[in-house]
Each structure stands twice: as structure tokens, then as C-alpha cells.
């Protein structure tokens, strides 16, 4: 299973970068950094075009992502002094470095969050910060009323920011093959691990493209 999550981000890693629903968000996640001295960890940093904007927030920033390819990409396309990149499974990531910033972009629905989120309050500093932006599965009435908003506003939103949609046969192909090794959990179900893990005051809400976002504080 793994191997297969490092074949398909690897054939991501080779397309062009553009806008996505992820970037859509990223100055909530940044609105959150508020140590310019800390040091950040980008968990799943896929090309480094999120670190890099991170990395001009604060001191130091590690990405790390599973796939080669992807770090190999992330050097040639988004790299800074203060950046530095490494092929690393999290799970067998030092705990002896520890991080006033994790921050994860659609990554955790490929992680067994049992074993991940008590490493992350162990690789924490103290008021130091988990940010995560991932999807989840969509169900119940609050999702299908997003959804019926969504999707017109997504047509709307692709236009203004990419123009007009030309058909990439690779790119389609490509995240075909990734949808079959996705694993999404509810949004309560999610709630409820979150709170088993970190704590009951985690800031956690849906978001309208099929996304949601959660911040947690350790004390």
C-alpha cells in the first residue's frame, strides 16, 4: 500500500504546478504562524510550494514527503536558504528535533492517524502548533447543501484562476489512479480522533471545497 502512495505522488511530482483548491487556503494556514523565529515542519510537502511560503515565515522549515520525485521537484522548483528537504517516511522521523510548527496539506487522509497524532504532540515544543488542511468524505445534509455550492463556484473559480480548462490527458490520468488509494474519514468521525488524541479544544471546521481545517495548541 505504501509503495503504492510513493508510484502515484512520484507520477504527480512531473505536473506542472497550478492553482488548486489547496492553495485556495493557504493564507488560513498561514494566518496561524505566529513565531517568525519558530521552526516548521511540512508534512507531505509535495513540490514545496507551500513551504516555500511558509519558509518566509518563519526561522527554518523541513519538508519532508514520501516520494522522491517530489522532493526532487520541490528542490529544482521551490527552494530557499532556509528550506531544507528530505526523502522521509514520518514515520520513522527523530523525535529528538522538535518543532514549534507541523503543518500538513493533503496529506493525513494517507496516515493512520492512531499512530501519527501522539507522535506529533511528542515532536512538538511546548505552544507549539498542528495545522492540517485535508478532505474528507462528504455525507449528511450540512456536506450536500457545500456540495450544491460548491460545484458552481468551483467552475467559477477555475475560469478566473487557471482560464479556460484545456483537457490534460496525463494530468486526468493521474489523479485518477491516486483517487483509488484515498481513504477519507467523516468529519465527526475525524472530530472524534482529533479529540481523542489531542484535545477537546482543537479548532476544527469544514470548508467549502470538499476540505476542512483544524488547529491544535499544545500547552
Not at 515542519?41 to 523541513?62: A, M
Not at 514549534?100 to 507549539?128: C, E, M, Q, W
Not at 495545522?131 to 460548491?150: M, S
Request: aromatic fraction near 10%; include cysteine; glycine fraction near 4%.
Amino acid at each position: 500500500m505504501k509503495q503504492d502512495i510513493i508510484n502515484s505522488f512520484n507520477r504527480i511530482a512531473l505536473l506542472e504546478d497550478k492553482w488548486d483548491h489547496n492553495q485556495h487556503y493557504e493564507k488560513l494556514l498561514l494566518k496561524e504562524i505566529k513565531n517568525g523565529d519558530g521552526v516548521a515542519l511540512d508534512l507531505g510537502c509535495g513540490t514545496g510550494e507551500f513551504t516555500q511560503k511558509l519558509s518566509r515565515k518563519v526561522k527554518r522549515v523541513y519538508g519532508i514527503d514520501i516520494a522522491p520525485i517530489m522532493i526532487k521537484e520541490a528542490e529544482k522548483r521551490h527552494k530557499t536558504n532556509n528550506i531544507t528537504y528530505s526523502v522521509k517516511d514520518f514515520d520513522s522521523l527523530n523525535e529528538d528535533v522538535k518543532y514549534d510548527y507541523i503543518i500538513s496539506i493533503a496529506t493525513f487522509h494517507h496516515l493512520n492517524l492512531d499512530t501519527v497524532l501522539p507522535k506529533i504532540k511528542r515532536l512538538l515544543n511546548k505552544n507549539g502548533v498542528l495545522i492540517v488542511l485535508d478532505l474528507y468524505e462528504r455525507k449528511g445534509l450540512i456536506d450536500r447543501i457545500l456540495d450544491c455550492i460548491a460545484v458552481p463556484m468551483d467552475l467559477i473559480l477555475k475560469r478566473i484562476k487557471i482560464g479556460k480548462i484545456k483537457v490534460n490527458t496525463e494530468e486526468i490520468d493521474a489523479w485518477e489512479e491516486h483517487s483509488h488509494i484515498d481513504n477519507y474519514m467523516t468529519y465527526n468521525k475525524l472530530k472524534k480522533v482529533y479529540n481523542k488524541y489531542l484535545s477537546k479544544e482543537i479548532k476544527v471546521r469544514r470548508l467549502l471545497f470538499w476540505r476542512y481545517l483544524m488547529v491544535y495548541r499544545q500547552k
